[in-house]
Structures are given as structure tokens and as C-alpha cells.
């Protein structure tokens, strides 16, 4: 996988600001194929700053934006903190 053939894809604004997949979509968030698998670029980016996400856990935007690719948008969180947020 190539990172920066991801962050390509990503339109990086300022650190406040939402970074927007501009890449295929589908259901509003961003798709990108890394080593033959399809995956959430939001997923993608956040593995690719913060590492590995905890198995069992999802991908939780603070700015409710699905599209958003910014590591700082982006925390892991399990079913309680996705339906409460």
C-alpha cells in the first residue's frame, strides 16, 4: 500500500478543517483499494497516523462528516460511543 497514493486522494486543508476523500465514494464515505482489498479511507487514514485500530472497535468522525479523512477528526470507539455521538 502506498501512503502516498492515499493521501493523493485527499484534499488536506488546514488542521481545524475537515479533509475531504476525493476519491469514489459509496453511502458518503470515501473507498480506497490497498493490497487488493477495498477499504474506508477514513479507516485508512487513521491507521495511517495513529496505527492499528483496536480490534472490535470502529472509526468515529467528531466532525460527522464521512467523507473526512483528517486523523484529527477521527477516534476509535465501540457500538455505545458510535450511537451516543
Given amino acids: ?3 502516498s497514493r ?3 486522494k485527499v ?7 475537515c479533509w ?9 464515505y470515501g473507498r480506497f483499494r490497498s493490497d487488493g ?3 474506508y479511507a477514513h479507516r485508512m487514514a487513521y491507521e495511517l497516523v495513529k496505527g492499528e485500530i483496536p480490534e472490535g472497535l470502529s472509526i468515529l468522525h467528531s466532525c460527522d462528516e464521512p467523507a473526512c479523512c ?6 476509535a470507539g465501540d457500538a455505545v460511543d458510535n ?3
Avoid: C, Q, Y
Fill in 1 to 3: 500500500m502506498s501512503a
Fill in 6 to 8: 492515499f493521501w493523493a
Fill in 11 to 17: 484534499n488536506i486543508g488546514e488542521a481545524h478543517e
Fill in 20 to 28: 475531504l476523500w476525493t476519491g469514489g465514494k459509496s453511502g458518503g
Fill in 37 to 39: 482489498a477495498v477499504v
Fill in 70 to 75: 483528517n486523523p484529527m477528526h477521527l477516534r
Fill in 83 to 85: 450511537a451516543r455521538d
